[in-house]
């Protein structure tokens, strides 16, 4: 009997281990941060992406190579945000049709900027790719 009962001992205590083991793994991976997926632009992938404060992200605008910023809560959405040469900073948010659109903070108010080809000066002096939607001032 005193086998049998050694072995039961030693059999709990294997499994007991291998139970602890997996639920450790379990809660591990359930609690880490989640990538975001943020190439496709879709309101459902940022939804249910999993973001957390200052992950980073690469965003594809629609000129122009990859633009690489940090997820951020702004005003009760997840933005992509990144600056310019120009100390000004964009917020990326995802488009109903997909892709995104960008806005920077001017004086208070929330200007749309595209990032287009050709490069202009800001109001820092420094070339800038990205200028207002619907004029010609550069961020």
């Known amino acids: 009997m005193t086998k049998t009962t050694n072995t039961s001992v ?3 205590s294997v499994v007991a281990g291998l139970a602890c083991a997996l639920a450790i793994v379990g809660a591990v991976s359930m609690g880490a941060p989640r990538h975001a997926i943020a ?3 879709t309101e ?6 999993g973001h957390y404060e200052g992950e ?3 965003i594809y605008p ?3 190579g990859p633009v690489y910023a940090e997820w ?6 997840w933005a992509a945000t990144f600056w310019t040469y120009n100390w000004t900073r964009v917020y990326a948010y995802p488009s109903s049709g997909g892709g995104w659109t960008f806005w920077v903070s001017d004086g208070g108010n929330s200007i749309q900027v595209v990032r ?10 420094t070339a800038s790719h990205w200028r207002e939607i619907d004029g010609i ?3």
């Open 10 to 12: 030693a059999r709990k």
């Open 39 to 41: 190439n496709d632009g």
């Open 44 to 49: 459902a992938a940022v939804q249910y992406a």
């Open 56 to 58: 980073n992200v690469t």
């Open 62 to 64: 629609d000129t122009g």
């Open 72 to 77: 951020h809560m702004v005003g009760g959405q």
């Open 116 to 125: 287009t080809p050709d490069e202009g000066v800001g109001p820092q002096g």
């Open 137 to 139: 001032a550069r961020y």
